[in-house]
Nanobody, 124 residues
Framework: VQLQASGGGLVQAGGSLRLSCETS????????VSWFRQAPGKEREWVSC????????YNAKSVKFRFTISGDAAKNTVYLQMNSLKPEDTAVYYC??????????????????WGSGTLVTVSS
């Protein structure tokens, strides 16, 4: 499994960005694909998850109603639409994947495949 995250950048508070996670090497099994983020000096934090077999999604409370995770099976891509961005959303964002379904897959240790990070900077 290979993952490639992209779409980060600099945005003002209140703005929007869409991150993309291109995937390859998935087998016929369903996967939990999550977005994590890590701010300087902080631990990696789970943000959102989608299960590829049924498109069920889950979000952390800190981003609920602002971030939306979605998947495009034809493009083998998972997206993270981020609206109403806040300075505290500033972090390096990573996508990760593991065979299974989302509920419970919120610990970075649950994931065996990771993409490179993409930096999101939100200015006040």
């Amino acid at each position: 499994v290979q993952l490639q995250a992209s779409g980060g950048g600099l945005v003002q508070a209140g703005g929007s960005l869409r991150l993309s996670c291109e995937t390859s090497g998935f087998t016929r099994y369903g996967y939990a694909v999550s977005w994590f983020r890590q701010a300087p000096g902080k631990e990696r934090e789970w943000v959102s998850c989608i299960t590829t077999s049924d498109d069920m999604t889950y979000n952390a409370k800190s981003v609920k109603f602002r971030f939306t995770i979605s998947g495009d099976a034809a493009k083998n891509t998972v997206y993270l639409q981020m609206n109403s961005l806040k300075p505290e959303d500033t972090a390096v964002y990573y996508c990760a994947a593991e065979i299974g379904s989302c509920p419970g897959f919120i610990d970075p240790k649950d994931y065996g495949s990771w993409g490179s990070g993409t930096l999101v900077t939100v200015s006040s």
